[in-house]
């Protein structure tokens, strides 16, 4: 007790002076009297995230953008300055270029992904026997370690394995090497992207869906709305923000994949990825001038697309500030 | 379908069985089958031995469901007790490092004025634009000069430096938390710290429950971090330990299915105890 009545009448001199100033001029005379450190406390709650910030993502970011102008190859000290070099070989080299169109597999993929995720988020959010068992069943492959995932669908796509196996039930009998040829082994692994992802989406999707305030369901009902109608009318605009994220998740996503298919097939049969050259070019081929500039490339990609969501669908929700 | 006998009157209307229902059902059950059938596949594979992965079809049962001498094969050969050791000492550390870092960050955002505040916002929120994978090539050479590549402590301060998520977790959660708790605080003779260490953390507790399982499961299975950062053979990671079963087990599928669902066993687990905590924070995590 005695503690607290101190440390009140320490503070009790200024604040009655500034009292007595009147109200008009007490800001001014509050910031200009406000001891250091009170100034610098703020900083030191964030100078440890500031520093961990900018050395690991602005320093590399400026870095990333210089060496994408050298012919540098990550070891030696010098680097000669190419200038736009590097892009011009991004963009005329077929088989540099070449790894953008494996992303259209996946886009695809993703397109179908959130399509699917959509229909079980809104039918699981209906009253359901065993729903959430299946809520369960459906997530789950989403917090599975990518590498595991690699192996069990390895297995899964070998030569009469698992997939040859169901496919014979069913009477079709394949020869096929599902790994064997670019074609079917982006599929396929684009594929096995959709079992991994669709219960991240799901669960966007099923949390916004549960979010709708439940009246508005009840007065849907009493007005005879059918389940179709329920969702175009009111599921469908309340995940409106939900689902432009995962659009844009599932572009950037598209495009920068690298855990399935460096695991899988390490990139071979021509399912390279943008983010598979980009590491192949850097940490074996020692080109890092080459690989910044493609890194650079992505990026800006990633950031064009990013700004086209934002100006489509503005975000409701800027909540930093 | 009219031989049922109907259910009681629920208070809302709901599920009439019909045909719909039972399209629903069925699609549920189909989805249900396409998620665990090829990890049913690999768990009857890692009880399975040598001689009948080899004869048998992938969808055969093994001869003894107590065979278990894949999984020691798996885990001492393939040094999955390292592995998980490794693992262990980088959740801890970037999972305490991420709660401070991340709630000191929320802390001084929201309850300071400061001229810089904007600023400090706007590098937090672009730094979201910008996707880890598209930078690793630079970020290794910064890694590198600090003399910690193939140490754990690279992954440890990535994980911690770039978690932009827990960050809006943490400020989401410390705007519900009345700013008059402070200044009671402030009142009896706290300061800042006192106040963030004594009211503001232990207040964050579901907050941190959630960045915890987010952080954990994220950082548990990252694969692309390790790789590139802890190269050596001690250093392995569960991702990258289980990676490395690709050389010295070839086409033994036995031992690499065994080491596969060593690793998916804890999630698995993890997932059974926290449901609920772990929906909510993924939900709660991806779209703030």
Redesign the interface.
């Known amino acids: 007790m005695t503690?607290?009545t101190?440390?009140?009448t320490a503070k009790t001199p200024a604040a009655g002076r500034r009292a007595a100033r009147g109200p008009a001029n007490r800001p001014q005379q509050r910031s200009a009297r406000r001891p250091a450190l009170q100034?610098i406390?703020?900083?030191?709650?964030?100078l440890?995230?500031?520093a961990?910030?900018?050395?690991?993502?602005?320093?590399?970011?400026a870095?990333?953008v210089y060496?994408s102008f050298t012919d540098w190859d990550?070891v030696s000290p010098d680097r000669n300055f190419t200038g736009v070099d590097n892009y011009t070989q991004i963009f005329t080299r077929p088989e540099l270029f070449r790894v953008f169109f494996v992303s259209f597999y996946y886009l695809a993929a993703s397109a179908f992904q959130i399509a699917?995720a959509l229909?079980?988020a809104t039918?699981?959010s209906?009253?359901?026997?065993?729903r959430?068992l299946?809520?369960?069943?459906?997530?789950?492959?989403?917090?599975?370690?990518?590498?595991?995932i690699g192996?069990?669908?390895l297995?899964?796509f070998?030569d009469?394995?698992?997939l040859?196996?169901?496919l014979s039930w069913f009477g079709a009998e394949t020869d096929h090497a599902w790994l064997g040829d670019p074609t079917s082994a982006n599929t396929s692994l684009a594929g096995v992207s959709v079992?991994r992802f669709t219960g991240?989406n799901f669960?966007?999707f099923?949390?916004?869906i549960q979010s709708i305030p439940?009246e508005l369901?009840?007065a849907a009902?009493l007005d005879g709305a059918s389940?179709w109608q329920q969702f175009r009318h009111i599921i469908a605009p309340s995940i409106k923000?939900?689902l432009s994220?995962s659009i844009i998740?599932a572009i950037?996503g598209s495009l920068?994949v690298?855990?399935i298919p460096y695991?899988m097939t390490g990139g071979a049969t021509g399912t390279s990825t943008f983010?598979i050259q980009?590491?192949k070019l850097?940490?074996q081929f020692n080109k890092?001038g080459l690989?910044?500039a493609a890194?650079?490339v992505?990026?800006l990609i990633?950031?064009l697309i990013?700004w086209i969501q934002r100006r489509l669908v503005p975000d409701e929700k800027v909540?930093?500030? | 379908m009219t031989s049922q006998p109907p259910p009681p009157p629920?208070p809302?209307?709901?599920?009439r069985p019909r045909l719909?229902g039972i399209l629903?059902?069925l699609?549920?059950v189909a989805?249900?089958l396409?998620?665990?059938?090829?990890?049913a596949?690999?768990f009857l594979?890692s009880l399975k031995t040598s001689e009948e992965v080899a004869g048998g079809?992938?969808?055969s049962l093994p001869g003894d469901w107590l065979n278990f001498s894949n999984y020691a094969t798996a885990f001492s050969d393939g040094r999955m007790l390292t592995a998980f050791g490794n693992t262990a000492f980088i959740l801890l550390f970037s999972i305490t490092g991420t709660v401070i870092?991340?709630s000191?960050?929320a802390?001084?955002?929201d309850r300071?004025r400061?001229r810089a505040?904007k600023l400090?916002?706007a590098?937090?929120?672009v730094?979201t634009?910008?996707?880890a994978?598209?930078?690793?090539?630079?970020?290794?050479?910064?890694v590198n000069s600090f003399g910690l590549f193939d140490t754990r402590w690279a992954p440890i301060?990535?994980y911690?430096?770039?978690d932009i998520v827990s960050?809006?977790i943490f400020?989401?959660f410390i705007r519900s938390i009345p700013v008059s708790l402070d200044e009671a605080a402030r009142?009896?003779?706290a300061n800042?710290?006192t106040v963030?260490r004594r009211i503001i953390l232990p207040m964050l507790k579901p907050a941190i429950a959630t960045v915890v399982i987010i952080k954990g499961?994220t950082v548990?299975?990252d694969?692309?971090i390790p790789f590139?950062y802890m190269p050596s053979q001690d250093l392995g990671t569960?991702?990258?330990a289980?990676?490395r079963?690709k050389g010295p087990f070839g086409a033994h599928?036995e031992n690499?299915?065994a080491?596969?669902?060593l690793?998916?066993v804890p999630?698995?687990i993890v997932?059974l105890f926290l449901?609920r905590y772990?929906?909510?924070g993924?939900?709660?995590g991806?779209?703030?």
């Open positions: 503690e607290t101190d440390a009140v100034r406390t703020p900083w030191l709650f964030l440890a995230p500031l961990l910030l900018v050395t690991f993502t602005y320093v590399p970011v870095n990333m060496y990550g699917v229909y079980f039918v699981l209906f009253d359901l026997r065993f959430n299946f809520k369960g069943i459906l997530f789950f492959p989403y917090l599975i370690n990518g590498v595991a192996f069990v669908f297995y899964f070998q009469g394995g698992t040859d196996s169901v079992w991240l669960v966007l099923l949390g916004a439940g369901y009840e009902q389940r923000p939900v994220l998740l950037s920068s690298f855990e695991i983010v980009t590491v850097a940490f890092t690989a910044s890194a650079v992505l990026l990633i950031l990013t909540d930093l500030v | 629920p809302t209307a709901r599920r719909g629903v059902h699609s549920l989805a249900s396409v998620v665990l059938l090829p990890l596949v690999v594979t079809g992938a969808m870092i991340g000191m960050t802390y001084a955002i300071f400061f505040k400090v916002m590098l937090f929120l730094a634009l910008v996707p994978v598209t930078t690793q090539v630079a970020t290794f050479q910064v301060l990535l911690m430096g770039t960050i809006y400020l989401q009142l009896d003779g800042s710290f963030y499961i548990y299975n694969f692309y590139l569960i991702s990258t289980l990676f079963f599928w690499i299915s080491g596969a669902i690793v998916i999630t698995l997932f449901q772990i929906y909510n993924f939900a709660q991806a779209t703030k």
